[in-house]
């Protein structure tokens, strides 16, 4: 895979004048109205670099907008347009009516309108431009995380990497597990909730896509400040805890889960939150000064997660 | 090609109660403010499909941008933002500088600031979305058309298409006509011009990229009108004129300039507009109550453009 923050920031980056902010965030926003930015995003899934050809087509619709929806919840907005661009081999109708038909599931579960895009002949790829609204005051940049704030996590991590380990190489593991990881990788549940609420309690917050540590790097490298992070607090299935397979959690990528930095004082409130509006939310670290991030295990030492085979199921 | 128009709007046409204006125009249009409106729109561009794969990167990097802004240009709005997501087989980075010069001096020309968007392994593959502004009151529909409407385009025609017929088969033709030819099809030019000035001469337009004779049908299909066209007041190259290579301007596409409709009464005005902003201006018909289109040659009868072979160019 290529290296997209790089080739994306080094060339395409220009300095922008009119917008309040551009590449280099999980979206960009511009100016709504005095009080609201529109936070937009694009995305691309690619056939055998995102998903595989006998992906079954209704969970691809889904899929495809809703790590767009992730991209807008992470900037503290709520999704509200989006435009779908399809390149198809063929013109295979019952197939794009199945994608049509998990895509609108999604539209329809986080309010989302399709309002344009085009369909073209082309090696199989999904492109979606998303447009959300946020307020202004209360948008969550990657940039914006304090030293000292608590480190957030919602749901749970891991299970989607468990499910492409496995479709790549069977192994032994409970068939109801497997098939929920199955159904995690290919139909991701971003949270549905009003971000204009949630994003009011923290400070910065970006959607886990590349896995933990990767895009945790990523605020740590906006916000030039470091991370503890306590391995027994990462929310996880009691299979992956059991079996040590930490990797899934802290580099499997594709959970589009939040991970969320807020001030101390927070606390209370987003432990309220979660509860009154069923987000499972986990407290899982504090930034630090460091630059780094520390995985600190329960005897306090620190797990050496760059070493390749620390777990079985690292590559 | 997927006759795209009919698999979007059969499957992904939903009635959208927000927005002015979704699915089945050049762009969809949602409130800016009591007086604008922001237009939205996204291209995709495939190997094979759209372009060679020895198209030079720079131009196609312009051509990227340039077919994108003309979906905006024909709505009546002037291009302000684009999000760019390409798919690379790999990262050629020689490549992806050349294409993102083109794509740069096509921004710069057009004012429009790039945003965001993403690069991802894959076929390679360009998708654009772009986003203008433009007045609520002079915004142009395809399906705003009304009878006995003037018929305007701008530019000239068949250009590109004869680039194209040259490159996939060479044919005797001046040098210098084929160098312009293939410098249309690649690094196309719509007007550059200040839309909200221009649109209120207006009552409807199209961006030409099927070509006049089918893009000129959406227009008729969203007015529930017909049209004449003069067949000697098409503007093309004299080369396609002396040879009667008309199926390159009817049916050759690419162009990427506009076909507008006006009332009689703005006609003195577009003429003026057109000397005034040099923007070259043909009249070339007016709407017909018929429903359907004829192509009125310079002896009173029709072109029966729909049979094959009707000149050696067409298909």
Tied chains: 1, 2.
């Excluded at 895509?103 to 329809?108: E, I, Q, V």
């Excluded at 609204?133 to 209360?138: C, P």
């Excluded at 199955?182 to 949270?191: D, R, S, V």
């Excluded at 101390?264 to 899982?284: A, D, L, P, R, W």
Aim: glycine share 6%.
């Amino acid at each position: 895979m290529l290296k997209e923050f790089e080739i994306i920031e080094k060339i395409f980056k220009k300095t922008s004048s009119s917008i309040f902010l551009g590449i280099g965030d999980d979206a960009a926003l511009f100016q709504k109205n005095k009080k609201e930015f529109w936070v937009i995003s694009q995305d691309t899934l690619n056939i055998d670099t995102h998903f595989l050809s006998n992906t079954d087509p209704e969970n691809l619709g889904w899929k495809s907008l809703a790590v767009n929806v992730s991209d807008i919840l992470s900037m503290g907005g709520n999704p509200r347009y989006a435009l779908l661009s399809m390149s198809v081999p063929s013109a295979n109708q019952v197939w794009i009516k199945k994608f049509s038909n998990g895509f609108f599931k999604c539209a329809k579960n986080y309010g989302v309108e399709l309002i344009g895009g085009d369909t073209t002949k082309g090696s199989l790829s999904i492109s979606i431009c998303i447009l959300g609204e946020a307020l202004q005051k209360n948008v969550l940049l990657r940039s914006n995380a304090k030293l000292n704030d608590d480190i957030w996590v919602t749901g749970e991590l891991g299970l989607a990497a468990l499910g492409l380990k496995y479709i790549k190489k069977k192994f032994d593991a409970p068939k109801v597990l497997i098939k929920n990881a199955i159904k995690a990788l290919e139909k991701p549940q971003p949270i549905d909730v009003d971000m204009k609420k949630l994003a009011k309690l923290f400070n910065s917050a970006i959607d886990l896509s590349d896995g933990l540590v990767p895009d945790l790097n990523h605020v740590l490298n906006k916000s030039a400040l470091g991370a503890d992070i306590f391995l027994e607090s990462l929310p996880m299935p009691k299979w992956i805890r059991e079996n040590k397979a930490y990797s899934l959690v802290l580099k499997g990528g594709d959970d589009y889960q939040l991970l969320l930095t807020a001030p101390k004082s927070s606390y209370k409130k987003i432990i309220e939150f979660s509860i009154v509006n069923q987000i499972k939310m986990s407290h899982i670290g504090a930034m630090t000064k460091t630059k780094k991030i520390a995985i600190i295990k329960s005897d306090g030492r620190l797990l050496n997660y760059k070493e390749k085979g620390y777990d079985h199921f690292a590559e």
